[in-house]
């Protein structure tokens, strides 16, 4: 019997995506500029006070059945999947997204999204501070975001071109990258946003 379980790592992906050397009043690794992240079919989490059931294996408190966050997009688990992909290149931050197996949403725009902080030497009083928490930040293509065609979105940009001047090749910025996901833009009728996120599949 084949057994699927889908454990999001968004919160422990915490990743500085960009350092170099430790620097006064901060410790940063060596090296670390590149993070990559599988990712799964996103689904609804177990609203408080709603269970009515328990993972085997965990022995976790959930809700039955499990209901998928992107509404009319679904995915194709025989052969479904994608990754997401940032890496620290010439003073700028390469992100590529693709994934494959969406069903039901041929046409629709979808974006990447995420969420994360920064930590910067460029800073107008201290000489290093920590921005507040950026949630969902969306990452397009172009002007806006891609199409799905054939089940099948790829995105691939840059942080400097979604946002002009975000990373200077002068400074030392660390970013803890804290979820990604991909899903259709927010205000889209019948879905919460996420059709799959940054995840483990253990499958037996």
Known sequence: MRKELFIAVGAVA????????SMAG????????????TL??????????????????????????????????????TKGGGKVQAKSKNGDIDIKAKAKGIQGCDGEAVCAFASFNATSDN????ADCTTVEITDFPVTLGAGCAAISKGKV????????????????????????????????????????KIMAGGLLVAN
């Open 123 to 126: 800073c107008t009083v201290g």
């Open 26 to 37: 901060r410790q940063e690794p060596k090296k670390a500029n590149k993070v990559q992240m």
């Open 40 to 77: 799964v079919g996103a689904y609804e989490a177990c609203p408080v006070g709603s269970v009515n059931d328990t993972t085997g294996g965990l022995g976790l408190p959930a809700c039955s059945p499990a209901i998928p966050s992107g509404g009319p997009c679904l995915i194709d688990f």
């Open 14 to 21: 915490g990743v500085a995506l960009f350092a170099t050397v």
């Open 154 to 193: 790829k995105i691939k940009t840059t942080l400097n071109t979604q946002l002009p001047g975000a990373v200077d090749p002068a400074d030392k910025v660390s970013i803890t990258i804290d979820g990604v996901k991909l899903g259709l833009p927010a205000g889209t009728a019948g879905v919460s946003g």
